[in-house]
């Protein structure tokens, strides 16, 4: 039986796989099941003075904003530029304060059952020179919830991916594949899920693979 975590973190394949949508969605299921949850955005780029992502996560969660938005504990670090959090915070001229986010992370799992904690991109997105999301992550023993989806090329990044979560002994919790857009190549889509399957029960086979579907807030 897998052992309960307050934290888990979200990444995915690439900027674009879903990743807001996913962790929306899944807070969304886990509230309606009594589970007190909110999210978090590990690191926004691209915005000033708020985080676009969480305002996404609380549209899908069907909510407005909540007291901890408003204490800037769910987006802690905010950089302008659209970029890897190193390049962001070279050009906003100040370093990712680690400590900052770890103590408002720690505030948000007092005060809920569980947090989801959204990366910036993909695993291997550089956070400053010598650290990546993905040691990050395995420093901090989050379980990691990975989103991929069945678009031509998504499999190799999948797969890479998850030879890097292995090698370094992160508990996958879940892969969650997303399903937009719907025009995607249906046997692609298909073909795909299914040899993910057959991959995480032979490499990770205490992982489940879960579809979520295309939601009305898709932009």
């Not at 090698?167 to 969650?176: A, Q």
């Amino acid at each position: 039986m897998k052992k309960e975590e307050k934290v888990y973190f979200v990444s995915g394949i690439d900027t674009d796989a879903g990743k807001s949508y996913a962790t929306g969605f899944l807070a969304r299921c886990w509230r309606e099941q009594g589970l007190r949850t909110i999210t978090q955005k590990f690191i926004q780029t691209g915005n000033a003075g708020r985080s676009e992502d969480i305002e996404l996560h609380r549209r899908i969660m069907g909510c407005g904003l909540l007291p901890e938005d408003r204490e800037r504990l769910t987006m802690p670090e905010i950089f302008t530029f659209p970029a890897s959090p190193l390049l962001a915070s070279k050009i906003d001229g100040r370093a990712v304060d680690f400590g900052k986010i770890e103590r408002a992370t720690a505030t948000l799992a007092v005060r809920y059952d569980r947090v989801l904690l959204e990366g910036a991109g993909g695993l291997m997105v550089p956070l400053t020179e010598e650290l990546l999301t993905i040691d990050y992550i395995a420093r901090r023993q989050y379980p990691l919830i990975f989103v991929t989806s069945g678009r031509l090329g998504s499999i190799n990044h999948t797969l890479l991916s998850l030879e890097a979560v292995k090698r370094r002994g992160i508990r996958l919790d879940r892969v969650l594949y997303n399903s937009y857009p719907e025009e995607t190549n249906s046997l692609l889509r298909d073909d795909t899920f299914r040899y993910l399957q057959r991959y995480l029960k032979r490499e990770f086979p205490d992982t489940a693979l879960e579809t979520f579907p295309v939601l009305d807030v898709w932009a």
